[in-house]
């Protein structure tokens, strides 16, 4: 990956159903992460997160990165890629190991880690993550760190999530065709998780909906983690499609009329405002009144708050928000959501951005660059994460061993 000096160059690319987006991040010296590039490009051949078109995925990607290049004026040869899509299934498990000496070392977590992970899964799926909720040393639960801690039977619960081989490796190769290493490919729901849900909101409770293009994907966080995780088969194309067929235009006219004009909520338009709408087959435009528009978006929209309802109540976990929900993805943007869903919902909604970063680069400050972003700041932490835990090796005297590697190939998966 190319570099400047000392300092590290990561990209984030989030492959998308409507635009993949690649993102430029820089870590300084000084540990300080900077966006210095962003690039985007319509998305022809992935459907619902799956690649169905690889000629089209590609081109979509090589262009994202091409003006992510020349944005940040650097050659990427090198990303982190999100997975998404209805394939992805989640579930908790857990795992327990007697501690080898009276502290818990680095060696029994891996140990505990590896005894939760061995679990049998269809052979065409693969366990894209294992995410650590908590450690118990002996009856003391709720523990983050267990290393250094003294006691006999170490145990740990996590949250597995798993996706289809073909559609994590469809991913791969239309990065890979384009010239790109994969370092790592991770679910996006946890990489725009990164990039706007605030400690605070995990430890008090919090649902993170990403309504994406083909599917919506929620993740509740409580205590500080991951508990629960759901992909839920629709999302904004199902709004386009309803504009399409209700005002009889074609899609891509449905799609820039919602985001032209589109509203949560017919209430929030008044009733003599008109909007030119292309018809299908017509040249000219027709005027219809843009409460027609918001009358099509406003059920739909309904109707994915609902299921997102449904899902945290049989996720066990209703009464455990105290945060509220945050929203993602590009239906994110459509005006008055966060005031429909929290009358639909009942709790607080907000408009998740990733401020940390899009406040000294605003091009990102954008719910549709939550993974993007999520994934360089999540490389970053990763990265510096090592280094620290590499340097107090050197520093006793011991150098890195493959327990150490493996042990840090968990610590990346906790987001």
């Excluded at 409507?18 to 900077?34: C, R």
């Excluded at 993550?129 to 523990?143: A, M, S, W």
């Excluded at 790592?184 to 909906?209: F, I, M, P, Q």
Aim: aromatic share 4%; hydrophobic share 45%.
């Amino acid at each position: 990956m190319a570099r400047k000096d000392r300092d590290q160059i990561i990209v984030g690319l989030d492959v998308g159903t409507h635009k993949v987006a690649a993102v430029v991040g820089e870590v300084k010296y000084d540990g300080s992460l900077e966006i210095i590039g962003v690039g985007t490009a319509p998305s022809m051949g992935i459907k619902k997160g799956v690649v169905v078109n690889v000629g089209e995925t590609m081109e979509a990607i090589k262009r994202a990165v091409h003006e992510a290049e020349l944005m940040a004026g650097i050659t990427v040869n090198a990303v982190y890629v999100t997975i998404s899509g209805n394939h992805l299934r989640s579930f908790n498990n857990k795992g327990a190991v007697t501690v080898a000496t009276r502290e818990v070392s680095e060696e029994d977590v891996v140990r505990v880690l590896d005894n939760a992970n061995a679990v049998q899964i269809p052979a065409d799926r693969q366990i894209l993550h294992t995410v650590p909720q908590e450690f118990v040393v002996d009856e003391n639960d709720g523990i983050k760190e267990p290393i250094g801690i003294s006691g006999q039977r170490l145990q740990v619960n996590v949250h597995i999530m798993t996706a289809l081989n073909a559609s994590v490796q469809n991913v791969v190769q239309c990065a890979e065709r384009c010239g790109l290493h994969v370092l790592k490919t991770t679910a996006e729901l946890l990489a725009s998780a990164r990039a706007v849900l605030e400690a605070d909101e995990r430890e008090l409770g919090v649902v993170h909906v990403d309504i994406g293009a083909g599917t919506t994907d929620i993740a509740i966080y409580h205590n500080g983690y991951i508990v629960h995780s759901a992909v839920l088969p629709m999302g904004g194309d199902h709004i386009t499609s309803d504009i399409a067929v209700g005002m009889r235009t074609p899609k891509s006219e449905a799609e820039r009329v919602k985001l032209a004009h589109g509203a949560a909520q017919t209430a929030m338009v008044s009733d003599d405002e008109t909007i030119e709408v292309a018809c299908v087959g017509a040249r000219e435009t027709v005027l219809r009144k843009r409460q027609l528009l918001c009358d099509i978006i406003e059920p739909r929209l309904e109707e994915i708050f609902r299921y997102i309802e449904r899902e945290i109540s049989a996720s066990k976990f209703q009464d455990a928000i105290g945060s509220g929900l945050v929203l993602t993805g590009g239906t994110a943007l459509l005006p008055g959501i966060a005031e429909f869903g929290e009358e639909l919902l009942g709790l607080p909604v907000r408009i998740g951005v990733p401020k940390k970063v899009g406040a000294q680069f605003p091009p990102v400050a954008s719910p549709i660059y939550a993974a993007a972003v999520g994934l360089v700041m999540q490389a970053a932490a990763e990265e510096a994460e090592m280094q620290r835990k590499s340097e107090a090796k050197l520093a006793r005297g011991r150098g890195g061993t493959g327990v150490v590697g493996r042990f840090f190939s968990w610590v990346r998966d906790v987001v």
